[in-house]
């Protein structure tokens, strides 16, 4: 069973920037596909963006395209979302996935939660100033 983790959640002031981690257990997490997503008090939970097993794939919402960025160190089982010009609209909990990605095409534009097996617990990220 792959167990995600996710850290570097906060509170940030309005026009702030955060580094979230997502890490994995175990070598087995080069297979997956890694999504990031949010989800806010009273509202559905949506896909921010997502990387594929090897790094070369990377899709983004659109709102989220130039604010965003994300990445990940096979080495180090984990995968990031660097987060910058944080409005209080950003304000959520944040959580990482997993998808098996054999074919490199679990990682799609659509971003969608349920393409994902595996979940980690969340991160609260908090703008406010």
């Known amino acids: 069973q792959l167990q995600l983790v996710e850290s570097g959640g906060g509170l940030v002031q309005p026009g702030g920037s955060l580094r979230l981690s997502c890490t994995a257990s175990?070598?087995?997490?080069?297979?997956?596909?890694i999504g990031w997503f949010r989800q806010a008090p009273g509202k559905e939970r949506e896909g921010l963006s997502c990387?594929?097993?090897?790094?070369?794939?990377?899709n983004y919402r659109d709102s989220m395209k130039g604010r965003f960025t994300i990445s990940r160190d096979s080495g180090k089982n984990t995968a990031y979302l660097q987060m910058s010009s944080l409005t209080p609209d950003d304000t959520a909990i944040y959580l990482c996935?997993?998808?098996?990605?054999?074919?490199?095409?679990?990682?799609?534009?659509?971003?969608?939660?349920?393409?994902?097996?595996?979940w980690g617990q969340g991160t609260q990220v908090t703008v406010s100033s």
């Open positions: 996935a997993a998808a098996i990605d054999p074919s490199l095409r679990a990682c799609t534009p659509a971003i969608d939660k349920g393409q994902y097996q595996h």
């Open positions: 990387i594929g097993r090897d790094g070369t794939v990377t």
């Open positions: 175990g070598s087995v997490s080069r297979f997956y596909a």
